[in-house]
């Protein structure tokens, strides 16, 4: 047992001192009245340590993924109805020419299900994926300053039911719902969170609620991940990387060792619905194992529940009880339940564990890291063994046993391994969003991936997730058609927003089930919002270990010029926020069967990629910015052009750093 970090969670979060002395009733006690105090997200009693609890009267269990949770299904049904209002004032600001979309909603309002039900999800790409997906959701949110101007999208993300984050893109979920649902304007403004300025392998700035020098840093560091190994659980690197991701997201000292991720359904907003659903993404893979989309099975974790709705394992566990030794999807007579092992900051990490080799960056002889620091974790780090670099250890397996004719994937390992929610190259996290459970209507995808030579994205995210979705593997889902890659950068699909999937009676069909039969599923429309350069040059190469704080406001800056095309101040794009209400309509309308406006109509005709194909080797692409830049040189020319001058330690790869 080892009470030193949940002392430090504790007397850190009120103020409490001498924690280890009292009883783990007592902790929980402790815990339970801090929750009812202040935020609810602090509560693993023994801070990164997970800890043996009793069993609930009823105990976890692994449920089948056929249907949502009781819990979300609840949950959803009190978020589709806040999101009404939220949504009747958007879609009227959006002002839809010669329709009343109050009127509309009005008239619907009886009946949640007939009305729009919106998803947004973000990409990986590192920090670019981060700051620019930062850009793009403070323009979606009603509380970013005159965000509600004309032109603009504020108020998106308050009609919005789902939100999901992927590797760098969950960075950016998650700091914002781990710290109370914060916006992107708090975040870039609080001195001790978001401060690239200073490399993760250095640790975060000192003074604030952050620790001292990189020595403590370390021993932090160290000591948290020694303490769940010491309670007798595998440590993989991810468990390093996931607490010093921490430093930098999560607002509480020594990265908020406490803070775990199904306690994100403690806060008082999501259980009042307040604010969408946050799911991050994972993939499931072997050590040394390779994984594509058409064999890879895509894990979610949210609040309530982690798993995954493919047919490899088809199952859903508790998120609160991850670490529980379950066994045939229960827990047997004798065993405990765990808690706590579902640290923030560790599934954070797991779902951006391609980044996990950074920490082993530490002899680049630019960081001020003391020599015998140096070595002494150097050694400790690379004693982890190269083969589990890049996964993340969750263990034991809770579908362990589970399922085991349709689980063939994972229920003989006692582990279950988990990796980076890109490395099956769907690096947009459509997957749990394209779950007909989930009855989304409209997705607004915000891509940074790095998918040309020179770090901007060409669709080939939605190329993977399409292909997969008429696989078995595909399971029941649905996927507009989209075209090749070169077509997208032939035709500039990705250089300003593009819809798919705008005629439903298009799409008839979905993935066949195992059994060869197939249903008709309506995919959601997709509104394609791709990372191009506005006031800054916004393709930072992936692996990026600092930056400053300057260039990150002017890609926080860019991110919102790419979300609203300039406040729609690009001409011939002077629709856009229309044309943004109307897609979020689109599929309510047929529903309804309500005659799509004119306006609606050209909208459609304008930004609907409708079927052409033109896959001409599109040669290099290398995009300028579309208006004046960002001085990002404190005083020296405006005009010189970022060529990789950003401290990018890509000692391991350049295959790496193209991947995202
Ligand atoms: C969380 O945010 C809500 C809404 O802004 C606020 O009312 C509440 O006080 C915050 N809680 C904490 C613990 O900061
Ligand atoms: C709404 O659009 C009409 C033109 O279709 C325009 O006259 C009016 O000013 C707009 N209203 C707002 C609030 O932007
Ligand atoms: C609610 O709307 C849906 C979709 O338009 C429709 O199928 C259903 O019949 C409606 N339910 C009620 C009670 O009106
Ligand atoms: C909001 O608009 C006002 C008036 O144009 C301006 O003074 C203010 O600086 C703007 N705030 C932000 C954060 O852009
Ligand atoms: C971080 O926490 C402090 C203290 O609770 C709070 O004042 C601040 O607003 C928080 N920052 C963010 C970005 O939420
Ligand atoms: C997935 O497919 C790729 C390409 O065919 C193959 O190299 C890899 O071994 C497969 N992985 C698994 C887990 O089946
Ligand atoms: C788990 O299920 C298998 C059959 O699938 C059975 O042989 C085994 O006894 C079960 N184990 C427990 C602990 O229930
Ligand atoms: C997990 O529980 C099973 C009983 O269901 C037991 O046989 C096994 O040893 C336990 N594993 C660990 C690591 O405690
Ligand atoms: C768009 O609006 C935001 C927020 O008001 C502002 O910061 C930005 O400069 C505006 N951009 C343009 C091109 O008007
Ligand atoms: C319509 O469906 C066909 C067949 O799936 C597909 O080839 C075509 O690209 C689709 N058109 C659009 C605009 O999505
Ligand atoms: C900030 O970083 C960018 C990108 O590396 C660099 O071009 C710029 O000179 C830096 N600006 C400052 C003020 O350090
Ligand atoms: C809709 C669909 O095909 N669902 C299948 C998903 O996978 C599970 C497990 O193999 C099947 O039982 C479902 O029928």
Redesign the pocket.
């Known amino acids: 047992m080892k009470f030193t970090t949940c002392a430090a969670a504790l007397s850190s979060v009120a103020g409490i001192a001498q924690a280890s002395a009292v009883s783990q009733e007592a902790h929980h006690e402790a815990l339970n009245a801090l929750v009812n105090l202040r935020r609810a997200l602090p509560n693993s009693p023994e801070g990164y340590t997970p800890s043996d609890v009793d069993c609930p009267s009823t105990p976890p269990s692994v449920r089948l993924a056929d249907s949502l949770s009781q819990n979300e299904a609840e949950w959803v049904q009190r978020r589709r109805s806040n999101t009404i209002e939220p949504m009747r004032e958007f879609l009227s600001r959006m002002n839809i020419t010669d329709f009343d979309a109050g009127q509309y909603i009005d008239n619907n309002r009886d009946n949640a299900s007939a009305l729009p039900n919106i998803g947004i999800a973000f990409s990986g790409g590192g920090w670019r994926a981060l700051i620019n997906g930062a850009g793009v959701l403070s323009a979606f949110d009603s509380r970013t300053d005159n965000s509600t101007n004309t032109g603009q999208l504020g108020g998106l993300l308050q009609s919005s039911t789902y939100i999901a984050g992927l590797s760098g893109g969950n960075w950016l979920v998650g700091s914002i719902y781990v710290n109370n649902f914060t916006t992107v304007t708090a975040l870039r403004n609080d001195p001790t969170v978001w401060e690239f300025g200073n490399s993760i392998l250095e640790g975060p700035p000192t003074g604030g609620i952050q620790i001292l020098n990189t020595a403590e840093y370390y021993s932090n560091l160290l000591d948290q991940v020694e303490g769940k190994r010491d309670a007798g659980y595998d440590a993989s690197l991810t468990d390093y990387w996931g607490r010093a991701l921490s430093y930098q997201l999560v607002n509480a000292s020594n990265g908020g060792p406490a803070y775990t991720w199904s306690s994100i359904a403690l806060t008082e907003g999501f259980q009042n619905a307040d604010q969408p659903f946050p799911i991050s993404i994972a993939d499931a893979?072997a050590p040394d194992?390779?994984?594509?989309s058409?064999?890879s099975s895509v894990f979610e974790f949210n609040p309530f529940e982690m798993g995954t709705w493919d047919p490899t394992t088809f199952g859903f566990m508790p998120t609160q009880y991850l670490g529980t030794n379950m066994t045939n999807g229960s827990v047997a007579d004798n065993v405990r339940c765990t808690v706590g092992f579902d640290n923030a900051g560790f599934v954070m990490g797991t779902s951006s564990s391609l980044f996990n080799t950074l920490i082993l960056q530490l002899n680049d002889s630019s960081l001020d890291i003391p020599d015998a620091l140096r070595t002494a974790v150097g050694s400790l780090l690379s004693g982890i063994g190269s083969n589990n670099n890049d996964i993340a250890d969750y263990e034991p397996n809770p579908f362990y046993g589970w399922n085991p004719t349709g689980n063939s994937y994972n229920a003989d390992n006692r582990s279950l391994t988990l990796v980076d929610g890109g490395l099956d190259n769907q690096n947009i996290p459509f997957n749990p969003l394209i779950q007909p459970a989930r009855e989304l209507d409209v997705i607004f995808a915000n891509d940074n991936s790095a998918d040309t030579p020179t770090n901007w994205p060409n669709g080939s995210s939605l190329v993977q997730t399409y292909m997969r979705s008429m696989e078995p593997i595909g399971n029941g889902t649905a996927f507009p058609s989209v075209p090749d890659t070169q077509t997208f950068i032939n035709l500039g699909l990705n250089t300003r927003p593009t819809f798919f999937g705008c005629d439903a009676s298009n799409i008839t069909s979905s993935s066949p089930s195992l059994d060869g039969s197939s249903n008709a599923v309506i995919p959601p429309l997709i509104v394609y919002i791709p990372n191009y350069p506005y006031v800054t040059y916004s393709n930072q190469p992936t692996v990026t270990l600092s930056t400053n704080d300057t260039y990150r406001d002017a890609m926080i800056a860019n991110g919102y010029e790419v979300a609203t095309m300039a406040n729609a101040t690009l001409p011939g794009y002077e629709n856009w926020p229309m044309c943004v209400a109307c897609a979020v309509l689109s599929r309510s309308f047929d529903r309804t069967g309500t005659e799509v406006p004119q306006a609606c109509q050209d909208c459609f005709t304008q930004y609907c990629w409708d079927g052409t194909v033109n896959s001409s080797d599109p040669g290099t692409y290398d995009p300028q910015p579309r208006l004046e830049e960002i001085n990002i040189q404190s005083g020296a020319m405006a005009s010189a052009r970022f060529s990789g001058v950003v401290v990018a330690l890509v000692a391991f790869g350049t295959a790496l750093a193209l991947m995202l």
């Open positions: 893979r194992q390779t994984i594509i058409l064999n």
